[in-house]
């Protein structure tokens, strides 16, 4: 693997601990809680972050999906909250997908890498490469939400 593609590696994994921490002790009965009308709670910043991986995965030729996924897609609206999957479901499907990102990150297929990306997300260089990368910058973006909203909520940094 390239210097390049190992630092996309660590970022993913430094996420993934980060998130785990911001997940944790939260209860139940404050995952949709939201600091502002127009805000996203924490059940769908979560949700959100588990379909993005699962789509760095596709890009990566692996297979993943989950019957909720719409729930959390780009633009997806806020639904009833008994509408969303179980906290342990998100949890785990977190768990799951990041195991499987890892084993894919890994031994990653150059083949694939290089080809063009698909239309959709951006990508910074025009190759899957670069899809994996902004997924990757995509992924903090929200694992600060994340780690916003657990401060918000009262129980401390994610970090530090």
Known sequence: MDNNFANIE????????IVKKAL??????????KPG??????MWVAGHLVV????????LGAD???????LFRRGAK?????????????KSAWEVVSKKLFASLNDPP??????PAPSGPPSFDGKVSGLVAFLAFHETYHVGQVSYLRKWLGYGQSVG
Request: charged fraction near 30%; glycine fraction near 4%; aromatic fraction near 10%.
């Open 110 to 115: 150059s083949e694939r890498l290089s080809q």
């Open 52 to 59: 993005h991986r699962g789509a760095v995965l596709k890009s």
């Open 37 to 42: 009308n127009d805000s996203n709670h924490l």
């Open 10 to 17: 660590g970022m993913f994994k430094t996420n993934t601990d």
């Open 64 to 70: 993943w999906d989950a019957s909720w996924s719409s």
């Open 78 to 90: 806020l639904t009833a909250d008994e509408e969303y999957p179980s906290i342990h479901e998100i």
């Open 24 to 33: 944790d002790e939260v209860p139940p009965e404050r995952w949709f809680l």
